[in-house]
């Protein structure tokens, strides 16, 4: 017997459970993975709340997290039983003692990487992989905006951006998140709740504007983040935390500059082993390196069975850095 959490209908922080369960052997293609810490992302949430649905009832929560291999199931070729690994993109559960994970999800974890490290960065980092050097290939000496920067993916895009040589703005929501993301390397932040996002652009650019903003707020920045577009700008619009972006008129983006949009996620570029193992490895070179600090507050590491007490901090952005579930 093990320990996870599960759903049995979409709704808020109460509908999580903590319950037993029998781990099913590995199917073929598979690898069990005794977790030993696990990663929390917003998008946990979008499943929970029912605004992406849940492929079964119950349904387990989670993508994220690092373990030993404990078993391998049949035609597996580059996993074995002890090795030390971290996941990002596994079928929903892995809020849970034991996952089985197809063996393509699977990075092999550096010696030097701790477990807690790792399920706290490696959907933040793919996620910022994707964003900073795929979706939009940011240069050196590049000003660009990027919402929510005190977060967890906000903290590694920061200093991403300071390792690549860029000039990252950074909306925060309080003075404190400002100093987090300053010190993760910010080039300047815009608190929100005391500035207006547009006019702070448009005066750190010398009227200028940005080639690129990534925005994970959704409906509340939607306007905004246009506006601080230049001609021909790319909007990057990753996430959902204030609501979805409905009820779109085209006719905006020429309105205000020729302007691009995207909606991409980490499961449009992060498809196939060769994807992940470049991801994996540019992540991991910024951590081995020094250039990339994982912060993971005290308060943000939670007993598995806490799950439901990590979403509610998480949704009422009362969090900053990367928040964990220890088994």
């Given amino acids: ?35 030993k810490a696990i990663g929390v992302n917003y998008i ?21 997290a690092a373990g030993v291999v404990v078993k391998t199931g049949a035609n597996v070729k580059h996993i074995k039983v002890g090795d030390r690994v971290v996941y ?27 477990f807690e490290t790792a399920a706290a960065c490696f959907m933040k980092g793919l ?3 994707y964003l900073l050097r795929k979706t939009y290939e940011v240069k050196a000496g590049e000003v660009f905006l990027f919402h929510a920067a005190a977060g967890g993916v906000g903290q590694i895009a920061c200093q991403w951006a300071k390792a690549l040589g860029a000039k990252m703005i950074g909306t925060v929501g309080s003075d404190e ?25 448009l005066a750190l650019t010398d009227g200028e504007k940005v080639g690129v903003v990534y925005d994970s707020v959704g409906k509340d920045t939607w ?25 779109v008129d085209l006719g905006i983006l020429n309105k205000k500059g ?17 994807e992940l193992n470049e991801a994996s490895k540019a992540i991991f ?35 900053t850095g990367s928040s964990i579930l220890i088994p």
């Fill in 1 to 35: 017997m093990a320990k996870r959490i599960e759903f049995d209908a979409p709704g808020g922080t109460d509908v999580l459970v903590y319950r037993d369960f029998t781990p099913a052997d590995p199917a073929p293609g598979e690898v069990q993975v005794e977790n």
């Fill in 44 to 64: 946990d949430t979008y499943f929970r709340s029912g605004l992406y649905p849940a492929p079964v009832s119950p349904s387990g929560v989670g993508s994220e």
């Fill in 88 to 114: 990002g993109q596994s079928p929903l559960g892995a809020y849970s003692e034991i996952h089985n994970v197809p063996e393509e999800k699977l990075a092999i974890l550096p010696d030097g990487i701790s």
């Fill in 127 to 129: 996620t910022a992989f």
């Fill in 177 to 201: 998140k400002a100093q987090k993301a300053k010190a993760a390397g910010a080039w300047e932040t815009i608190n929100y709740n005391k500035e207006d996002i547009v006019e702070r652009v």
């Fill in 223 to 247: 306007l905004p983040s246009l506006d601080c577009l230049k001609r021909r700008g790319l909007m990057v619009s990753y996430g959902n935390a204030s609501g979805p972006v409905t009820g």
């Fill in 258 to 274: 020729s302007l691009y949009v995207t909606r991409p996620s980490v499961f449009g570029y992060i498809t196939n082993r060769e």
């Fill in 285 to 319: 070179d910024l951590i081995l390196s020094g250039k990339l600090t994982i912060s993971i507050p005290a308060d943000q590491v939670y007993p598995l069975k806490d799950a439901a007490l990590a979403h509610k901090r998480l949704e009422g952005r009362a969090t």
